[in-house]
């Protein structure tokens, strides 16, 4: 188990790539601090697919809560350098408030606002 940031960045990792820039994400941490990984052992741009990466043991990962609270809750995965945790960030929902809300907006709606509030 890693015990700093600087003892993570020396262990294999698994990357989320900005396809826009073509690098990998950072990584961010409490304070402002980040990481981009140097030991990628795996890289892709889907989350779902670095979540499994991580699932099957292949590198370390730092991926969003909603998709690894429910493996953290089972035992599969493990949180590490807890102590370095950022402030979460803010989502924002969106919808038309004027005139009549057409039916297939609000369904979307609904179904955003239930699964952030399960989060």
């Not at 991580?54 to 969003?64: E, N, R, T, Y």
């Not at 979307?108 to 952030?116: P, Q």
Request: include cysteine.
């Amino acid at each position: 188990m890693p015990e700093s940031i600087e003892a993570l960045s020396e262990l294999p990792t698994v990357a989320l790539i900005d396809n826009s820039s073509g690098r990998a994400w950072p990584w961010y941490f409490e304070d402002g601090q980040q990481l981009t990984p140097n030991k990628r052992v795996f890289v892709t741009d889907d989350a779902e697919t670095e979540l499994s990466m991580v699932l099957q043991g292949v590198g370390f990962g730092q991926i969003a809560d909603c998709l690894v609270q429910p493996h953290i809750r089972d035992g599969r995965l493990v949180t590490v350098l807890t102590e370095f945790t950022p402030p979460p960030w803010d989502i924002y929902v969106y919808r038309p408030q004027r005139g009549p809300v057409p039916a297939r907006i609000r369904i979307v709606y609904d179904r955003i606002l239930k699964a952030v509030e399960q989060i």
